[in-house]
């Protein structure tokens, strides 16, 4: 993987995964664009509850995320789109990634 990112155990049931993605600054306007398709083939994905991202105000290379899956299939589909697996292997857009995975009350 082209990142510096070690994901969390992801469970077999619904849960949500929220953090931040740190751009390489010349690289956050070509991330954005690539958010902005994810955010919209996600409304069409089986298994997202919800899939948000967002830019930083304060600094533009920082976005912030929070996804909410039915489970580790649902997850699993999103992340083997070619999309993003050119995303997470062949761009280098991406320096580091902090997530965290929760149990949604």
Known sequence: MATDFQ???????EFAVYGKVYAFPQHADALEAVY??????SAS???IL???????????AIFHFFERYTGRDAFDAH???PIIQ????????IKH?????AKPV
């Not at 902005?36 to 083939?41: A, G, Q, S, Y």
């Open 7 to 13: 994901l969390p155990v992801v469970p077999e049931d």
């Open 79 to 81: 992340n083997s789109q």
């Open 36 to 41: 902005r398709e994810t955010t919209i083939l």
């Open 97 to 101: 990634v902090e997530a965290v995975i």
């Open 86 to 93: 050119k995303l997470l292997n062949v761009d280098r857009y």
């Open 50 to 60: 919800h899939y948000c991202i967002s830019r930083d105000a304060d600094d533009p």
């Open 45 to 47: 994905e089986t298994g």
